[in-house]
Structures are given as structure tokens and as C-alpha cells.
């Protein structure tokens, strides 16, 4: 188990270009979730998938942004014309179901860092 | 919708002092409560988790957790810090079998002198 692991670890980029993040989950574990943090917040949920499915959306994430995870193992979340308020951190997590429960633990990557000019 | 609130922003203790770190949540039905940390430079790690149960829960490093479900609270404690638990503590919650995304506060930078 290597733990999730996010690429790249640092984005710099210039307003209005596209960027790609791509994480990759803890193997066999069938949920993948985005999360953006910004300086002094907690994580904010953006999006969830169940194996290749996204199953929730939250409203933060506009329709510049999206993610996909199209054979149900690693996650790409794409953002396009980037603003300056997309500045932050950007969590992949996964988790897989415990049996018998109906919840389970995230286990979160290192995140991307994106600093939009 | 769910949300969490950590009232102590940033906390600053001396070694061995003991520790208590407030998490209250607005949510009318059951709740899973967390704990993560994030030290300095790493990525965030679950320290404890309450599903059911006991409501006192141990997590690692000598963290307990207290769910008090009258008061809607998960404060953390610790009877004794160590300089190595200067970190940022962040409380969440999610609902199961419904929504999975976790709803996280704002966080409390604990800060511990040697």
C-alpha cells in the first residue's frame, strides 16, 4: 500500500490557461474524492466518484472544472481558464467500504498546489 | 447541509500541558465524526474516527476523542503534548449512507514549545 499519491505536486500557471491534475488512489480502493483547500479553511468537497462513476457534484465545482476517472482507478480533474481564484490546494482522497458498515475512512494524497498569475 | 466549527483557531502550549481541542457539528441525524492532522510539510492522516459505539474513541499517539452527542461535540484531548504535535488539527463529519463527501472545519493550528 502506497498511499495516494497527486501529480504534479506544484502547478504554476498563467490566467486563462488549462490545467490537468492527475491522482491516483490507494489500489482496490473503489472511491475517489476531489478536495480544494485554500490558506486558513479546511478541505472543501468538490467531487466524488464511485469506481468510474461520479456520483456527486458540489456546487463549487463551475463548469470549468472537471473530473474524470475513466476506468476507475486513477482521477484526472481538469480546470479550464484558470482564474486567480483557483489558487489553492487541490486533495484527492480514496477509501474503500468497510463491510458491514455504511461509511468509510479517506486516505488523503499530498495534494497539488496551484498558484494561478 | 452539514457543518463544523473549531472555534480555537490557534493553540500554544508547553510540553507536557494537556489539550483539548473543541469540534462542535450542526447535523439533525447520525453523524461519523473524524479527526485528521497535517503536520508541517505532510499530507493530512486520520488521528481517530467515531462510527458507533463507545463514544470515547482512541486514535493513535495517545489521542482520544470524546462524542457527546447532547451537545453535538467531538472535542479532542490529549493529557500530555509533545513538541512533535505541532500541527494543524482539522474535525469532520459526514453522514452515512447518504452524502460521503466529508464536511471539515476551518482548523487549529496547534502549536507546542519545547
Known amino acids: 500500500d502506497t498511499g495516494v499519491s497527486q501529480d504534479p505536486r506544484h502547478k504554476i500557471t498563467k490566467r486563462g490557461q488549462n490545467v490537468t491534475f492527475r491522482c491516483d488512489p490507494i489500489?482496490?480502493?473503489?472511491?475517489l474524492y476531489w478536495y480544494r483547500q485554500t490558506l486558513g479553511q479546511g478541505p472543501e468537497f468538490l467531487t466524488y466518484?464511485?469506481?468510474?462513476?461520479?456520483?456527486?457534484k458540489s456546487r463549487l465545482l463551475s463548469d470549468r472544472f472537471s473530473a474524470e476517472r475513466p476506468k476507475g482507478s486513477f482521477s484526472t480533474l481538469e480546470i479550464q481558464r484558470t482564474e486567480q481564484g483557483d489558487s489553492a490546494m487541490y486533495l484527492c482522497a480514496s477509501s474503500s467500504p468497510t463491510s458491514g458498515i455504511s461509511t468509510d475512512t479517506q486516505y488523503f494524497g499530498p495534494g497539488t498546489r496551484l498558484t494561478v498569475l | 447541509a452539514q457543518s463544523v466549527s473549531q472555534h480555537n483557531h490557534h493553540v500554544i502550549l508547553s510540553e507536557a500541558a494537556s489539550l483539548e481541542l473543541g469540534c462542535n457539528y450542526s447535523y439533525g441525524g447520525t453523524v461519523n465524526l473524524f479527526w485528521y492532522v497535517q503536520y508541517p510539510g505532510q499530507h493530512l492522516q486520520l488521528l481517530l474516527k467515531y462510527f458507533s459505539g463507545d463514544p470515547l474513541v482512541k486514535g493513535i499517539k495517545g489521542f482520544e476523542a470524546e462524542f457527546i452527542k447532547s451537545k453535538f461535540s467531538f472535542n479532542l484531548r490529549k493529557p500530555s503534548v509533545q513538541w512533535s504535535d505541532t500541527a494543524e488539527y482539522f474535525c469532520?463529519?459526514?453522514?452515512?449512507?447518504?452524502?460521503?463527501?466529508?464536511?471539515f472545519g476551518s482548523g487549529t493550528q496547534l502549536t507546542v514549545l519545547p
Open positions: 469532520a463529519v459526514n453522514a452515512p449512507g447518504s452524502a460521503r463527501q466529508l464536511t
Open positions: 466518484f464511485q469506481n468510474e462513476a461520479q456520483l456527486e
Open positions: 489500489s482496490e480502493h473503489n472511491r
